[in-house]
């Protein structure tokens, strides 16, 4: 069973940067329907056209129609997804097949999980497979025979188009894994076909000998495919390093000999999947000075992409000078015209995804620094800590900065803060905080704050998670940048949660997570003991209604998370009486009885927590209990 790595899971299903703007939703059925009749069963019903050139034209219409939401919604409507594995990719026109396979994988990526299920029980990994099977045959003949047109037009378009339905398969299955934990298990459990066909055409390209070379982008997309593998599964770096015995130091050599035939998005993946591979079969040796070497690599990377050029292409992809008429034109003409430009929307897309893969990496290398698995303090070398404050944070930070001046168009801020979440936490796990942290992170409070200003709760999350880090280094010295009204915000906003708590969803409690974590460690060290009483009593107030709550143990580990957090930051805020305001909150507010009162609920509720499903949170449940019993006890004996 593929043990799953942290966090990476549906890793495509983000917003597309380039992609058609989607449609106001404030148009009513008439619009609706207006559009169905002109434009959507005219291309559905020319999919069923006896004519091939007819079905490959709607084809390609609908692949980029179904860009946009509102289209995409229409098309589905009809039955898009059924038609589409039922007769297109049994299809007898090799080029109608390579598209379809496409296009499932592009709604896959967009609709996500319900499509993606419902492709897995349709049974497509059978046409997977006799796709796989197909493309072998044809990559067999070339590389026996040398083939590698150069002049004859048919011969180029032929190979071009094996490469698209490679690529196309490639993509579906990472897609398809990407959909849940489910879905990941029965891939990797028939996943060594696939693996053996992927080693094949790799080997043969790095091969000395071989005739037969493929383009970079069918280069990438089988490297995208190993390193998206390896990053979710332990066992597939091993199944394919051990089982299939693929020479990962050859592919490296060869590509690091041939620099100059390959882009960016090669360099990154290549760097990702050394990372990978390090990271399972080194043991940890030399952790710091390789991870700092892998960081170093992926900055000399990312620091050559030109923001203002992107931004510039995107604007003009997302904008053509016919951007008023495109989805208005004749069904005859639609994907002819709407595929103008796709040299230049090819380049964007690469330079985005270099652009996220390399903050991936950037994310997990970081996670990778801060573990230590004796619990001591970390003692970052000298080299590693200058690559992360003059390298690593400088990007982030202008990258971020990017993103907020142009309304985050590259779709990237996510995965932004996730980085500087990492390094702010790293930073902090250190034995002594670098001086020069100190002034950084000042600044990034700014930065965060301004970040912050969204609607995105995602986004509100990770923003705190970065602040929550910040306030753990500064400590008192946060005073100064501090505004009063954000905590009483802040609280107002879990109010609103726990107003609909049984209705609130993960990421609702997430933020409350952060929230209990950001304002716990702010309580302490703002000076004003209005402020800490206010956050003091905001804590145990999410500690009752949660422990009292109903749902909480069955429907969400997220909301004992919570509970578990505000508790442990309440012997964070009083452990201590010479506090001042420990005398003033806790003993004349009645924080002892409230706490006497609570640790049987507490208890109860740690009780409920699944071990098989949550081992991790019945421990820390556990933990937080006991240590409940015994801060009751301190706190008891602390003026006696």
Known sequence: MGKLKKGRRNQKARLNPIGTNPKASSKDEKRDENTRQSKILPLINKLKSTVANDRSMALGAITVLAEDDRMRSLLLKEKLVSIVME???????????????????????EEGYDVLKYYWRSNIWTAIEAAIAKIQTSYK???????????????????????????????????????????YESIFDKIDPILKFVSDLLTSEISTTSGFKISTKLFNSLLEFIYEFSTESEDFIRKF??????????????????????????????????????????????????????????????????????????????????????IQKDANTLETDLSKGYDLALQTKLELTTLEVALDLITS??????????????????????????????????????????KGMLSLREKILVALNNLTWLMLSNESLPVAWFEKSLALWDLIISSANTSD???????????????????????????????????????TIMEKQNEADETDIELYLSIVGFLGNLAPVVGNTQITSKISQFLITTIELLCNSTVTTVTSPAKIEVVLEAINVIYEIFGD????????????????????????????????????????????????????????????????
């Open 141 to 183: 003949y070339l590389v026996e025979n040398g083939a590698n047109p150069a002049g004859n037009k048919n011969d180029k378009s032929k190979v071009q188009l094996l490469y698209d339905f490679t690529e196309n398969i490639l993509s579906l299955i990472i897609v398809l894994a990407s959909g849940s934990d489910d879905l």
């Open 577 to 640: 009486i010479e506090f001042d305001y420990d005398y003033e909150i806790f003993v004349q507010q009645g924080y002892l009885q409230k706490l006497s009162l609570l640790e049987p609920k507490v208890k109860e509720l740690y009780k409920k927590i699944d071990k098989n499903k949550y081992p991790h949170l019945k421990a820390k449940g556990e933990e937080t209990w006991i240590n409940l019993g015994r801060f009751i006890q301190y706190k008891q004996s602390e003026r006696a």
């Open 87 to 109: 007769q297109c990719l049994n299809d007898a026109n090799d080029e109608i097949i390579v598209e379809s396979f496409g296009l499932l994988r592009n709604l896959g990526i």
């Open 241 to 326: 390093s051990l089982d299939i015995n693929f020479d990962f130091a050859k592919l490296f050599a060869y590509v690091e000999a041939k620099e100059s035939h390959y882009n960016n998005l090669t360099r990154v993946y290549i760097e990702g999947i050394k990372f990978n591979n390090f990271e399972v079969l080194s043991q940890g040796e030399n952790k710091y000075e390789v991870g700092t070497q892998f960081l170093s690599n992926i900055f000399e990377i990312i620091v050559t992409t030109d923001l203002e050029l992107l931004k510039k292409n995107i604007h003009a992809i997302k904008n053509p000078d016919n951007s008023s008429k495109p």
């Open 365 to 406: 290398l970081l996670e990778y620094l801060s573990t230590n698995d004796n619990d001591e303090p970390l003692n970052l070398p000298t080299p590693t800590v200058e690559v992360l404050l003059n390298k690593i944070y400088p990007s982030l930070v202008e990258l971020n900065n990017f993103e907020n001046a142009n």
């Open 457 to 495: 709760v995602v986004l509100q999350k990770n923003c705190l998670n970065v602040l929550w880090g910040i306030t753990k280094s500064l400590g008192p010295e946060v005073r100064s940048k501090l505004q009063p009204s954000i905590v009483d915000e802040l609280i107002a906003k879990c109010q």
